[in-house]
């Protein structure tokens, strides 16, 4: 047996976002998101899932904070859906919207739980993604205008901030390879909307400021750790360019208010340039406080030139999988964390961190031991960052409860409770009790 103990100020938590559990989707004076336009449009998600209703947890959050106190966490990450505060996108506020999470902000403080949030969590208002979307700039003005909204309304409640989650699946995955909505599949596309998001980041950063709102802002990049398939100089290359792609394409622009030049002459090489305007990598790379890492796997690379704009191909190495098909491997984390050293030993948070394991109910149980398995092995290599004296300050299991996943429908579960969607029944499942003894204890104890 071997115990790791974690620091006593190490925050513990788990995360959701706002389509993804919310349901309610015509209710409380929502507007119409891209996502309720993409689940629609046949083709884009498993069995035409969408987010009508979900978990209910527009309705069921004081039953989700009741489950949230029993886990223990002192953290819950959530998501806004700026549908609700400005359903047209950048028109009248919806005060309707701003009671809902008022109500239940005030329930999770209630509860003596931190709330941590992201402000845009994917469901951008229809009307603006009509007018253009990321690469409008009327977007940015109007991301702007809603984060300031929100800044006005819940600084003193909320102390850390988020403005986007993931940009690499909101510029790439949703423009670049169409994957996800609005389902552009335009590397130039998916250039714009890259660096439209980090105007607006940068924007709402200055704001943020300008306005003295309490507590800490930044930003929450996926991670995509590759390594070379053989040790050739053009897989490593590969690997490079994959990486990048997740992480420097945002955070050097942040950090050092330049985008990386090796990934901006491939991507001339394709045909697609960046649209810088004046002022904008200043304003893009106002001083941000934290990052948020969300990290699930990692990939072998290998160059390809069949693969993609990047010519990265990931390899099949015969892993252990997860239901989702992602290879189970913690090692990438700590490698990663150690690469992001590069911008400074900056304040990160794991904001997302899970396994996709579609155990079912047996006997009014759910033994998912994969699922414990995959959190024993990541929470070891948390611990081996935290003794290399990286500031890693917090863990966010993603998720609190099974949800909507995107494409994939609600075929795919990540969470710690499993969510029965005809009756909306929720069971901790064994992983929640492991995850409840973990922080209880503030130590991992790992079986030898
Ligand atoms: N990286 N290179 N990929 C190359 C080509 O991949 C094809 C498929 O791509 C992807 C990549 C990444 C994801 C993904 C999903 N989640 C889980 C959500 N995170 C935010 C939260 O809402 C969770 O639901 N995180 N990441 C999906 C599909």
Redesign the pocket.
Known sequence: MTIFQFPQDFRWGTAT?SY?IEGAAQEGGRGVSIWDTFARTPGKVFNGDNGDVACDSYHRYEEDIALMKKLGINTYRFSIAWPRIIPDGDGEINREGLDFYHRFVDALLDAGIEPFLTLY?WDLPQTLEDDGGWGNRRTVDAFVKYAEVIFKEFSGKINFWLTF??PW?IAF?SNM?G?HAPGNKDVQTAINVAHGLLVAHGKAVQSFRRMGITGQIGIAP?V?WAEPYSKSAEDQAACDR?IAL?TDWFLDPIYKGSYPQFLVDWFAEAGATVPIQDGDMEIISEPIDLLGI?Y?TMGINRHNPDAGVLQSEEMNMGLIKTDIGWPVESRGLYEFMHYLQKYGNVDVYIT?NGACINDDLENGKINDDRRISYYEQHLAQIHRIINDGINLKGYMA?SLMDNY??AEGYRMR?GLVHVDFRSLVRTPKESFYWYQSVIKNNWLEIRN
């Open positions: 976002a993804q969590h989650n993931e699946c995955l390879l994957i996926n995509c994959s997740n969300n699930y997302e993603w996943e995107w990540f």
